[in-house]
């Protein structure tokens, strides 16, 4: 999927741990756990609107494009480890 989600950096930056976040934005800790590790296939705006609150950020430090091109000229720029 070419959207990046870089929640993990976000929280990071902000030392902000993934319990914290999910007190502040009213989720689970496994709904933010599959946000965090890339696996989500949707997420409301709303979700987005209290995330970006809770860390002070804007979508586009949480969400990035990288189109497939892209991906396969440079594999550094896919997070996710890839298949054994």
Not at 1 to 30: C, F, G, H, Y
Not at 43 to 62: E, H, N, V, W, Y
Request: hydrophobic content about 40%; charged content about 25%.
């Amino acid at each position: 999927m070419p959207i990046i989600v870089n929640l993990d950096v976000m929280m990071a930056k902000r030392k902000i741990s993934l319990n914290e976040l999910s007190e502040r934005v009213d989720l689970t800790l496994s709904n933010l756990s599959i946000l965090k590790t890339g696996k989500a296939k949707a997420i409301r705006f709303s979700t987005l609107d209290a995330i970006c609150k809770a860390l002070d950020c804007q979508p586009g430090d949480i969400l990035e494009y990288v189109n497939d091109e892209q991906k396969t000229t440079n594999p550094q720029l896919s997070r996710r480890p890839r298949p054994l």
